[in-house]
C-alpha cells in the first residue's frame, strides 16, 4: 500500500479529482479579467522571436527564463497570444500542481494531511493569482513540486531513472527561473538529516549533483561574477522579520485587494502548530533514527528547512544586492501548505472541532479573496486606457511614464502611433534638463497623451507632470487602476511657456 494511505484508497483519488476540478474552476474563472502588465507584454514579446532567436539566450548573460519564453513559443503558436490563451499555460502548470503536492505530502504526513495541503492549494488566493498570470511563476511553482517530489522518491528507492527525472527537472526550474536554485540547499540538507535512512543511496546523489553542475555552469559563469560584483537592482532591501512578514501576508491572502490582521493570525496558529505541535503518528512511512530522536517530528524539521533555507539564501543575496520580492520565493509556498496541513492535524489529535472549524475559516477566506482579486481591477489596465482613447481619437503623439507601459498599450491600441518616452529623473535630473528633453520631444506636436503608471520609478519627484501642467493646457483626465492618461494641447516654443519649479 503507498505511504499514506490509510482507509479507502479509491476514496482519496475522488477526493484529489474534485480538488484538480475545483483548482480548474478557480484559476479559469475571469482569467482575462485583469489587464496584461508590463511583464506579461514582454512575454508574449519574448516568446514572439523566432527559436533560433531564442536559443543564444540559454548562454547570455543576464538572462531570466529563456526555457519558460521558448515553451510560451510553442503555445501560443497553437493558441494564439491574447490574454485568454497566454494565461492558459499558466492555468495549466497551477492545476498540475494540485495532485502532485498531495503525492508529496502524501510521503511526508500521511494521506490526510496530504489531502488538506492540496486543498489549501487548490484555494489558495497566492497560487491562483500566479495561475492567472502571462509568466514563469506557475511553470516554476510546478517544477519545484515536481523535483522536490521526485527527488524524495530517488532517496527511497535509489533507482537510476528518478535520479535522471531529477536532474531533467532541476535543471529546468534553473532556466525558467534564476532564483530556482535556492532550492538546492533543502535539497542538500534533506539528504543529510535523513542519512541514516537514505545513506546508502549516497553514491547515486553525489554523482547527481556533480552531474547537475554541468547544466548550471553557463549561468554560473555570468551569476557568480553578478554576486562577486553587485549593482542596484531598484529593490528595497528587507530585514529577514520583514521578509517574513511579507511573505506571510502574501502566501496566506495575497497582496492587493484585502489584507486583514485577524484571518493571519489564525494562519499564524497553524503554522506554529505544524512546526511544534505536530508528530507524525506511526505507521505512516519510515521515521527512521532522527525522527526518533525528534520524538517523531522529523516532518516538521524538514517542512521547515524547506520553508526557511530558500528565504535566507534569498537574504543572504539582498545582503550585497537587494533582490527580495515574494514571488521569487514561490517555491517554498508549498512548504508552507504542507505546515498549515500539519497545523490542523496536530490540532485535530487535540482538539477535533477546533481542527474543523480552523480548517473552514481557511477556506472561507481563500474563497473570499480569491472572489475579491476576481473582481477588483488591480493590475495596470492598459486595456481600459486604450479604450479610452481610441474612442476619443485626439492626440497625435504618446508619452509614457514608464516607457515599459508603451508595448502594454500598444498590445491593446493596436494602430499606429508615435510615441516618446518621459525623461527618467530619479538619478538627478532637474527641471532644466526635464526642460530641454520634454521640449525636444513635444517639437511640433500639439496635443499630447500623457500616459502615467508606476511613475515612483522614474519619476517620483513628478518633474515631468509638473512640465505639462506648467507648459500645456489640460483638456481631459481620466483615472484607470494603477494608469494616470492626461490630454494636454502644448504650445509652441517662445515666450509663452513657464518655467519649471
Not at 141 to 146: D, E, Q, R, T, W
Not at 203 to 223: G, I, Q
Not at 362 to 384: E, F, M, P, W
Request: include cysteine.
Amino acid at each position: 500500500m503507498s505511504p499514506g494511505f490509510s482507509g479507502n484508497g479509491r476514496l482519496f483519488r475522488l477526493s484529489v479529482l474534485c480538488l484538480i476540478l475545483l483548482a480548474f474552476a478557480l484559476r479559469l474563472y475571469h482569467l482575462d479579467y485583469q489587464s496584461l502588465w508590463r511583464d506579461e507584454v514582454d512575454a508574449i514579446l519574448f516568446a514572439g522571436r523566432s527559436l533560433s532567436d531564442l536559443a543564444p539566450l540559454f548562454l547570455n548573460s543576464g538572462h531570466n527564463g529563456p526555457l519558460y519564453y521558448a515553451v510560451l513559443h510553442l503555445w501560443i503558436r497553437l493558441v494564439g497570444d491574447s490574454e485568454f490563451g497566454v494565461r492558459f499555460l499558466s492555468v495549466v502548470c497551477g492545476v498540475l500542481a494540485v495532485p502532485l503536492l498531495f503525492r508529496l505530502g502524501r510521503r511526508w504526513v500521511g494521506g490526510t494531511g496530504g489531502l488538506v495541503a492540496a486543498l489549501l492549494c487548490a484555494t489558495s488566493p497566492y497560487l491562483v493569482w500566479y495561475a492567472q498570470e502571462g509568466k514563469m511563476y506557475a511553470l516554476l511553482f510546478l517544477l519545484s513540486v515536481a523535483s522536490t517530489y521526485i527527488y524524495q522518491l530517488a532517496l527511497e528507492e535509489d533507482r537510476v531513472y528518478l535520479w535522471a527525472g531529477y536532474l531533467l527537472l532541476l535543471a529546468s526550474s534553473l532556466y525558467v527561473h534564476l532564483l530556482s536554485i535556492l532550492i538546492v540547499p533543502f535539497h542538500l540538507l534533506l539528504f543529510l538529516v535523513t542519512w541514516p535512512q537514505y545513506r546508502r543511496a549516497w553514491k547515486s546523489w553525489l554523482a547527481t549533483f556533480v552531474v547537475l553542475a554541468l547544466p548550471y555552469l553557463p549561468l554560473a559563469r555570468w551569476e557568480i561574477a553578478l554576486l562577486v560584483r553587485p549593482f542596484t537592482t531598484g529593490h528595497q532591501f528587507y530585514w529577514p522579520h520583514e521578509m517574513l512578514a511579507i511573505l506571510l501576508f502574501v502566501f496566506s491572502l495575497n497582496a492587493a485587494p484585502y489584507q486583514n490582521v485577524l484571518p493571519i493570525a489564525l494562519f499564524v496558529f497553524l503554522l506554529l502548530a505544524g512546526l511544534v505541535l505536530y508528530k507524525r503518528r506511526p505507521g505512516l512511512g519510515r521515521q527512521g533514527p532522527l525522527g526518533a530522536l525528534l520524538g517523531g517530528r522529523q516532518q516538521s524539521l524538514v517542512l521547515g528547512l524547506y520553508l526557511f533555507v530558500p528565504i535566507v539564501g534569498l537574504f543572504l543575496i539582498s545582503l550585497g544586492m537587494p533582490i527580495f520580492t515574494d514571488r521569487y520565493l514561490i517555491t517554498v509556498v508549498s512548504a508552507y501548505l504542507l505546515l498549515l496541513a500539519c497545523g490542523v492535524l496536530a490540532v485535530k489529535e487535540r482538539w477535533p472541532g477546533l481542527a474543523a472549524a480552523c480548517l473552514a475559516a481557511v477556506l472561507v477566506c481563500n474563497l473570499y479573496v480569491v472572489a475579491r482579486q476576481g473582481h477588483t481591477k488591480i493590475k495596470s489596465d492598459y486595456r481600459s486606457v486604450a479604450e479610452y482613447v481610441e474612442e476619443d481619437g485626439r492626440g497625435d503623439l504618446f508619452v509614457f511614464l514608464i516607457p515599459q507601459g508603451r508595448p502594454v498599450f500598444k498590445y491593446y491600441y493596436g494602430h499606429e502611433f508615435i510615441s516618446a518616452d518621459a525623461p527618467y529623473t530619479n538619478r538627478g535630473m532637474g527641471p532644466r534638463g526635464v526642460e530641454r528633453e520634454m521640449a525636444e520631444a513635444t517639437a511640433g506636436h500639439g496635443a499630447v497623451w500623457f500616459i502615467v503608471a508606476e511613475a515612483d520609478l522614474w519619476d517620483e519627484r513628478g518633474l515631468v507632470k509638473q512640465w505639462f501642467d506648467g507648459y500645456g493646457t489640460l483638456l481631459e483626465q481620466r483615472s484607470f487602476a494603477r494608469v494616470d492618461v492626461y490630454l494636454y494641447s502644448v504650445e509652441g516654443e517662445g515666450e509663452g511657456r513657464q518655467e519649471v519649479s
